[in-house]
């Protein structure tokens, strides 16, 4: 059982998609895609929520991990797999 994973993404973003790569290859079987180029209000409350304006920005669970160099940086940090855990 890993953690619920929502992702703010746009359907052509790179690191959203190595992103989710990674999150695969921990087995994670579902992430919550919240696509911001189809609904740009959603735009507008991830920047209010994490104080960015790029994508992907991830949460796991409830806690907000940042981007892809945030997850990447977790992952080799070993914090990733206790986080997806809980």
């Known amino acids: 059982m890993t953690a619920r994973v929502v992702m703010y993404s746009t359907g ?3 690191y959203c998609m190595m992103a989710e790569r990674l999150l695969k290859n921990k087995g994670v079987e579902e992430i919550e895609k919240i696509r911001i180029d189809l609904d740009p209000q959603q735009r507008d409350i991830m920047m209010e ?3 960015r304006r790029t994508v992907p920005q991830i949460y796991i669970g409830e806690t907000h991990v940042g981007g892809f160099d945030d997850l990447s940086a977790l992952d080799r940090s ?6 997806l855990q809980a």
């Not at 070993?78 to 986080?83: A, I, R, S, T, V």
């Open 78 to 83: 070993g914090g990733l797999d206790p986080l």
């Open 12 to 14: 052509v973003c790179p």
């Open 49 to 51: 929520k994490t104080g």
